[in-house]
C-alpha cells in the first residue's frame, strides 16, 4: 500500500464524515449523500459535484467535504472509503423505554463506545411497553435491563396469590 493510500486511509477514520456518526439513522443518511456525490461526479462536466455540494447534501457533510478537499485527496476514492468504514461498524440495537434526546443519544453513544470500542452504531427504538430501563441486543446476545423482565418474574411467583386476591374482590363485590 502506497504511502498516500493509507494517508487517505488514516483521514476516513479520522474524517469528521465518520467522527460525527451516533445511530444507523444517521449512517443511512450520510450513505444515501455519499451516493448522491459520487453519481454527480461525473455530472455536468464536472460541475455536478459542487452544485450537489451546494443544494443537495447537508452543510456539515458539505463543510467535511471541503475541508478533505482542501487536503488533495482523491474524491472518488475517499468517498468510496468511507463507504467502506461505515460498513465495518458493529450494529448495537437498543430499546429504550423513552424516547432519547439528541443529548441522551451522545451519552449512549459515549458509553457504548467506552466499552465496545470506537466502530459501533445505535439502533435505537423506544418500546413503552418496557416500563423502565432497555432490552440491549449486540453481536445476537440479546440481555433485558427492563423493569417490565422483573414484573413477569414477579407476576409468575405470585400468580396464584394475585389471581385469588381478585376472586375474592369479586365475591366481596358481588355480596
Same mark, same amino acid.
Given at each position: 500500500?502506497?504511502?498516500?493510500?493509507?494517508?487517505?486511509?488514516?483521514?476516513?477514520?479520522?474524517?469528521?464524515?465518520?467522527?460525527?456518526?451516533?445511530?444507523?439513522?444517521?449512517?443511512?443518511?450520510?450513505?444515501?449523500?455519499?451516493?448522491?456525490?459520487?453519481?454527480?461526479?461525473?455530472?455536468?462536466?464536472?460541475?455536478?459535484?459542487?452544485?450537489?455540494?451546494?443544494?443537495?447534501?447537508?452543510?456539515?457533510?458539505?463543510?467535511?467535504?471541503?475541508?478533505?478537499?482542501?487536503?488533495?485527496?482523491?474524491?472518488?476514492?475517499?468517498?468510496?472509503?468511507?463507504?467502506?468504514?461505515?460498513?465495518?461498524?458493529?450494529?448495537?440495537?437498543?430499546?429504550?423505554?423513552?424516547? %432519547?434526546?439528541?443529548?441522551?443519544?451522545?451519552?449512549?453513544?459515549?458509553?457504548?463506545?467506552?466499552?465496545?470500542?470506537?466502530?459501533?452504531?445505535?439502533?435505537?427504538?423506544?418500546? %413503552?411497553?418496557?416500563?423502565?430501563?432497555?432490552?440491549?441486543?449486540?453481536?445476537?446476545?440479546?440481555?433485558?435491563?427492563?423493569?417490565?423482565?422483573?414484573?413477569?418474574?414477579?407476576?409468575?411467583?405470585?400468580?396464584?396469590?394475585?389471581?385469588?386476591?381478585?376472586?375474592?374482590?369479586?365475591?366481596?363485590?358481588?355480596?
Amino acid at each position: 500500500m502506497s504511502q498516500r493510500a493509507k494517508n487517505d486511509m488514516e483521514s476516513v477514520s479520522e474524517s469528521v464524515l465518520i467522527n460525527h456518526l451516533r445511530t444507523q439513522e444517521e449512517s443511512l443518511k450520510l450513505l444515501d449523500e455519499i451516493d448522491l456525490l459520487l453519481n454527480s461526479l461525473y455530472e455536468e462536466k464536472g460541475e455536478g459535484f459542487e452544485l450537489a455540494l451546494k443544494s443537495k447534501v447537508r452543510s456539515w457533510v458539505t463543510e467535511a467535504i471541503r475541508e478533505e478537499m482542501s487536503k488533495g485527496v482523491d474524491m472518488e476514492e475517499f468517498l468510496k472509503s468511507v463507504k467502506n468504514e461505515i460498513a465495518s461498524f458493529k450494529e448495537l440495537k437498543i430499546s429504550l423505554a423513552f424516547e %432519547p434526546t439528541s443529548l441522551s443519544i451522545e451519552k449512549i453513544y459515549m458509553q457504548a463506545q467506552g466499552i465496545w470500542g470506537r466502530k459501533i452504531l445505535l439502533n435505537l427504538s423506544y418500546d %413503552p411497553n418496557l416500563i423502565a430501563g432497555c432490552v440491549i441486543i449486540f453481536e445476537g446476545e440479546y440481555r433485558d435491563f427492563s423493569l417490565r423482565k422483573a414484573f413477569k418474574k414477579e407476576f409468575l411467583q405470585k400468580k396464584e396469590q394475585i389471581l385469588s386476591l381478585f376472586k375474592d374482590y369479586q365475591v366481596s363485590d358481588q355480596v
